[in-house]
T-cell receptor, first 118, second 109 residues
């Protein structure tokens, strides 16, 4: 299994530009999560999907951020317009079907996209 | 107050040492507890789950005290390869992981 795949691995852009991050979850996993990691705030959950439907987007910092999951094998996180404070590592993770609402299956993280906004 | 708090370290220890990390969480409704490991510039990976009865995996022992809302990780006979950031993680309802800021461990020869 190839694991969670993210692209690009590195992105450098200028303030005001649109940025699109991509994620391919592990085949068969029905939960997908987007996280952001910075030195100041650590690892934060932005949004997660179940069966391609957004379940909780309370972590999305503001309207400049949007995420979609058009099918079970692909998700995007878009920032428009980007700002220097968006510079961070963005991780995508996926998880298989849990045994119930209170059970847990391991989340597998992708290698991350290191975003720098100048 | 942060939902999950850890001593950031760094902990600098010699090979073969025993080292312990602590973590506290603020939400008494937290249901599941984990330690993740993150190597420099890599993604987090699950190290072990933490149960009230305590659990051990080789050189690693994890403990949970629900009354004190406290989680620990003990590493015995430290190896150079144990050098990493250790993240304390809790969930309140199945799907959402809340991460601590991490504790840095450096094992030196």
């Amino acid at each position: 299994d190839a694991g969670v795949i993210q692209s690009p691995r590195h992105e450098v852009t200028e303030m005001g530009q649109e940025v699109t991050l991509r994620c391919k979850p592990i085949s068969g996993h029905d939960y997908l999560f987007w996280y952001r990691q910075t030195m100041m705030r650590g690892l934060e959950l932005l949004i997660y999907f179940n069966n391609n439907v957004p379940i909780d987007d309370s972590g999305m910092p503001e309207d400049r951020f949007s995420a979609k999951m058009p099918n079970a094998s692909f998700s995007t996180l878009k920032i428009q317009p980007s700002e220097p404070r968006d510079s961070a590592v963005y991780f995508c993770a996926s998880r298989g079907l849990a045994g119930g609402p209170n059970s847990y299956n391991e989340q597998f993280f992708g290698p991350g996209t290191r975003l720098t906004v100048l | 107050r942060k939902e999950v708090e850890q001593d950031p370290g760094p902990f600098n220890v010699p090979e073969g040492a025993t080292v312990a990390f602590n973590c506290t969480y603020s939400n008494s409704a937290s249901q599941s507890f984990f330690w993740y490991r993150q190597d420099c510039r890599k993604e987090p990976k699950l190290l072990m789950s933490v149960y009230s009865s305590g659990n051990e995996d080789g050189r690693f022992t994890a403990q949970l005290n629900r009354a004190s809302q406290y989680i620990s990780l003990l590493i015995r006979d430290s190896k150079l390869s144990d050098s990493a950031t250790y993240l304390c993680v809790v969930t309140t309802y199945g799907n959402k992981l809340v991460f601590g800021a991490g504790t840095i461990l450096r094992v030196k020869s």
